[in-house]
């Protein structure tokens, strides 16, 4: 199965941290979404979108390298690293599923993971959540990267 993972991970490598687990269950190559290449998800059998959450939203690198995709087809997965969990009535990873979907891609699961936080204030105190994503954080990633390779069913 060829796999690649378009990952956003600008403020301390934690993104990339949890893209590299699940890269390493897929055999998939990590690319930023600067360097990815807009026709690679449409050569792959899974792609991966993630980034680290900035007030409750995903990176806008990611965002506009999904609006710039062609149509296709294809399966895909999200994943995010924040502070704090996602709100149930509106989830940070909602619009870039939608964004997909409205894409062509049948999107098989979302990821996340708490990681450090430094944004606005937290940043006086050194940030939050300073010892994450952890080594049990990234086995969950790795476990949900072998449910999509072995294709599960969507996993969240």
């Known amino acids: 199965?060829?796999?690649?993972?378009?990952?956003?991970?600008?403020?301390?490598?934690?993104?990339?941290?949890?893209?590299?687990?699940?890269?390493?269950?897929?055999?998939?190559?990590?690319?930023?979404?600067?360097?990815?290449?807009?026709?690679?998800?449409?050569?792959?059998?899974?792609?991966?979108?993630?980034?680290?959450?900035?007030?409750?939203?995903?990176?806008?690198?990611l965002l506009d390298f999904v609006?710039?995709?062609?149509?296709?087809?294809?399966?895909?997965?999200?994943?995010a690293t924040s502070g704090f969990p996602e709100l149930p009535l509106a989830p940070f990873s909602r619009p870039l599923v939608k964004l997909l979907e409205s894409k062509g891609f049948q999107v098989d699961g979302n990821f996340s993971c708490r990681a450090l936080d430094t944004m606005g204030p937290f940043k006086l105190v050194?940030?939050?959540?300073?010892?994450?994503?952890?080594?049990?954080?990234?086995?969950?990633?790795r476990a949900f990267a072998a449910r999509l390779r072995d294709g599960q069913g969507p996993a969240s």
């Open 67 to 79: 609006k710039a995709l062609p149509t296709g087809r294809g399966r895909a997965f999200v994943f």
């Open 126 to 141: 050194g940030g939050i959540r300073k010892q994450r994503p952890n080594d049990r954080d990234l086995a969950a990633a």
């Open 1 to 61: 199965m060829k796999s690649v993972i378009v990952c956003a991970s600008v403020s301390h490598g934690n993104t990339r941290r949890v893209a590299d687990s699940m890269a390493q269950v897929l055999g998939a190559k990590v690319v930023s979404p600067e360097q990815a290449d807009p026709t690679e998800p449409a050569d792959a059998d899974l792609v991966g979108f993630g980034s680290g959450v900035f007030y409750q939203r995903l990176h806008p690198h």
